[in-house]
């Protein structure tokens, strides 16, 4: 559309805030819609909130009062100047730029999209922005339908027939007078809030009640005894989630946040997988929905990795169905359609609502600190232009490399590591600690790379050489991976040396060895959560 100019995508996320006490007797009163950009060009944006930059804040009673439309009109047409017109740059070098922003996804949760997408804000009937299959037939579909999918053809036949129940369309999507967006485009999804406050909730809920009631392979009381007491290790330690009770499992729904679940879910394996026999069907089907997760949050893809996705997403729909005598929830079909949005938009964490909430915060810090609420929207908006000033005056262009004078050490092998990565013996300077790019890499933590096959290290120090981060650890030795409990059990004491690593070589961020209750010191990778 822009041939040989200079673009930037960029995307557009919607979600309500609640500024009051939402226990309070005026929640919901001064609920505001927020909009932030989110540049996924730039380097770290999903590292720091400071590159979520807010765009408009409306009163969700306007929206609801007043339409989606007309609320949202002048938001739309800024859009479409900065697509159309774009704005100028001028450098310190004296090279003027024009760039066009053009919106890559408009994403949110499922009813915050559906309300200003223009599609139905419940699940029945015809529910799904991305295909036309209605609530019954997603009852029992494991796999996507190709025929069903939605195209610029059949979604304005659905318009036009003004029909929500029928077509699950309410009206036009007023952002299809951005010239390079149409919803129908929009293959957006939230990771956040349909696997780890939806799925996750339904499959362990069911799994739990089979082990407990059915099978008796352990009570609700020794699971709930051994997950409060479970190392989670000092990065996962303030995720640990409240007692499970009977009702949470009756209810389908386990009182954990999205970040709990993550946790929960992902060390369930070694909580109590030593009391689970491997060919059991549901075991074997929660280890599933494992291996579906960490496809999910890998931060990079490949095709191969996306078709084995698709294979696991039917098989875990068809297991659902068969194994627990019960159709196919909403947000189970949203997920047929994670492989073909991977394959189109890249690894869907980039996208998801994590950081997008953290962003939150701050508005509503700000609101508990006054005591008007008279157009709310406007102080919001204006104490947010003074954070951002603030931003732009003091932003450093460095690598966002962290070190501490506290954290130097010396390390006596400084010859022997210069020899190891073939440069002239020099002065090495070795931290117990570094912050890159928001990820602390620290003493004693674990990391891995992946050549033919995983190596594993304990981080000993690590060291900057020639503008790059290495770690310098410990690689162990006859380091086994334990599909029962999709993780690598490694002995502490069987080590074949230290080495140094690139951390560009490293797979994911850096995490910590459990010792789970039969002894065993077993990893999981965080490329794989």
Same mark, same amino acid.
């Given at each position: 559309?822009?041939?040989?100019?200079?673009?930037?995508?960029?995307?557009?996320?919607?979600?309500?805030?609640?500024?009051? =006490?939402?226990?309070?007797?005026?929640?919901?009163?001064?609920?505001?819609?927020?909009?932030?950009?989110? /540049?996924?060009?730039?380097?770290?944006?999903?590292?720091?909130?400071?590159? !979520? /930059?807010?765009?408009?804040?409306?009163?969700?009673?306007?929206?609801?009062?007043?339409?989606?439309?007309?609320?949202?009109?002048?938001?739309?047409?800024?859009?479409?100047?900065?697509?159309?017109?774009?704005? $100028?740059?001028? &450098? =310190?070098?004296?090279?003027?730029?024009?760039?066009?922003?053009?919106?890559?996804?408009?994403?949110?949760? =499922?009813?915050?999209?559906?309300?200003?997408?223009?599609?139905?804000?419940?699940?029945?009937?015809?529910?799904?922005?991305?295909?036309?299959?209605?609530?019954?037939?997603?009852?029992?579909?494991?796999?996507?339908?190709?025929?069903?999918?939605?195209?610029?053809?059949?979604?304005?036949?659905?318009?036009?027939?003004?029909?929500?129940?029928?077509?699950?369309?309410?009206? $036009?999507?007023? /952002?299809?007078?951005?010239?390079?967006?149409?919803?129908?485009?929009?293959?957006?999804?939230?990771?956040?809030?349909?696997?780890?406050?939806?799925?996750?909730?339904?499959?362990?809920?069911?799994?739990?009640?089979?082990?407990?009631?059915?099978?008796?392979?352990?009570?609700?009381?020794?699971?709930?005894?051994?997950?409060?007491?479970?190392?989670?290790?000092?990065?996962?330690?303030?995720?640990? #989630?409240?007692?499970?009770?009977?009702?949470?499992?009756? @209810?389908?729904?386990?009182?954990?946040?999205?970040? $709990?679940?993550?946790?929960?879910?992902?060390?369930?394996?070694?909580?109590?997988?030593?009391?689970?026999?491997?060919?059991?069907?549901?075991?074997?089907?929660?280890?599933?929905? !494992?291996?579906?997760?960490?496809?999910?949050?890998? /931060?990079?893809?490949?095709?191969?990795?996306?078709? #084995? &996705?698709?294979?696991?997403?039917?098989?875990?729909?068809?297991?659902?169905?068969?194994?627990? *005598?019960?159709?196919?929830?909403?947000?189970?079909?949203?997920?047929?359609?994670?492989?073909?949005?991977?394959?189109?938009?890249?690894?869907?964490? *980039?996208?998801?609502?994590?950081?997008?909430?953290?962003?939150?915060?701050?508005?509503?810090?700000?609101?508990?600190?006054?005591?008007?609420?008279?157009?709310?929207?406007?102080?919001?908006?204006?104490?947010?232009?003074?954070?951002?000033?603030?931003?732009?005056?003091?932003?450093?262009?460095?690598?966002?490399?962290?070190?501490?004078?506290?954290?130097?050490?010396?390390?006596?092998?400084?010859?022997?590591?210069?020899?190891?990565?073939?440069?002239?013996?020099?002065?090495?300077?070795?931290?117990?600690?570094?912050?890159?790019? =928001?990820?602390?890499?620290?003493?004693?933590?674990?990391?891995?790379?992946?050549?033919?096959?995983?190596?594993?290290?304990?981080?000993? @120090?690590?060291?900057?050489?020639?503008?790059?981060?290495? !770690?310098?650890?410990?690689?162990?030795?006859?380091?086994?991976?334990?599909?029962?409990?999709?993780?690598?059990?490694?002995?502490?004491?069987?080590? $074949?040396?230290?080495?140094?690593?690139?951390?560009?070589?490293?797979?994911?961020?850096?995490?910590?060895?459990?010792?789970?209750?039969?002894?065993?010191?077993?990893?999981?990778?965080?490329?794989?959560?």
């Amino acid at each position: 559309m822009y041939p040989n100019q200079l673009v930037i995508p960029y995307f557009l996320y919607s979600d309500d805030i609640e500024l009051n =006490n939402p226990l309070g007797a005026h929640s919901t009163t001064h609920t505001v819609t927020n909009f932030y950009f989110s /540049f996924p060009v730039l380097p770290n944006e999903d590292t720091k909130l400071d590159h !979520i /930059f807010l765009a408009a804040s409306i009163k969700s009673s306007d929206l609801q009062v007043h339409g989606i439309d007309k609320c949202l009109l002048p938001l739309v047409n800024q859009l479409i100047d900065l697509e159309v017109a774009g704005i $100028e740059i001028d &450098l =310190n070098n004296g090279k003027v730029y024009n760039p066009h922003f053009l919106p890559c996804l408009i994403i949110g949760d =499922n009813l915050g999209l559906n309300t200003i997408l223009g599609y139905r804000k419940s699940f029945s009937g015809t529910f799904c922005r991305l295909c036309r299959i209605d609530k019954n037939m997603s009852n029992v579909t494991t796999s996507a339908i190709p025929s069903l999918k939605r195209t610029y053809a059949n979604y304005r036949l659905d318009v036009n027939t003004g029909d929500p129940s029928k077509t699950g369309i309410v009206s $036009e999507c007023v /952002f299809n007078k951005i010239p390079s967006f149409h919803v129908v485009d929009n293959l957006s999804v939230d990771a956040m809030h349909d696997v780890f406050e939806g799925i996750c909730h339904y499959d362990l809920s069911f799994a739990i009640l089979y082990f407990t009631n059915t099978k008796k392979y352990f009570s609700l009381k020794t699971l709930n005894a051994r997950k409060q007491k479970f190392d989670y290790g000092e990065l996962e330690i303030g995720n640990i #989630s409240p007692k499970i009770t009977i009702t949470h499992l009756k @209810n389908r729904h386990l009182k954990m946040s999205a970040k $709990e679940m993550m946790t929960f879910l992902l060390y369930f394996p070694l909580i109590v997988g030593d009391m689970i026999p491997d060919d059991d069907e549901v075991w074997i089907f929660i280890l599933t929905l !494992i291996q579906i997760v960490e496809k999910i949050l890998k /931060f990079s893809v490949t095709e191969f990795s996306i078709s #084995s &996705l698709e294979n696991l997403i039917e098989k875990h729909n068809k297991d659902f169905i068969r194994l627990f *005598k019960t159709n196919l929830k909403p947000k189970y079909h949203l997920l047929v359609h994670y492989p073909e949005i991977i394959r189109k938009c890249g690894p869907v964490r *980039k996208f998801w609502s994590f950081q997008f909430e953290s962003k939150h915060r701050s508005f509503k810090l700000y609101t508990h600190a006054i005591t008007s609420r008279k157009n709310i929207c406007f102080s919001l908006e204006k104490k947010y232009q003074f954070t951002f000033s603030n931003f732009l005056l003091n932003s450093s262009t460095s690598n966002n490399l962290v070190v501490l004078q506290k954290d130097l050490t010396v390390c006596e092998l400084n010859d022997d590591i210069c020899a190891q990565l073939k440069i002239p013996k020099r002065q090495l300077y070795f931290y117990n600690k570094v912050i890159l790019q =928001n990820i602390v890499y620290k003493k004693d933590l674990f990391v891995a790379e992946c050549e033919i096959d995983y190596n594993i290290y304990r981080i000993i @120090n690590v060291f900057c050489l020639d503008n790059h981060i290495y !770690i310098f650890g410990e690689r162990f030795k006859d380091v086994v991976y334990c599909s029962h409990y999709r993780a690598f059990e490694i002995h502490v004491n069987k080590v $074949e040396g230290a080495f140094a690593v690139n951390i560009k070589n490293l797979i994911g961020h850096p995490t910590t060895a459990i010792k789970t209750h039969t002894g065993k010191y077993m990893i999981r990778i965080k490329e794989l959560y």
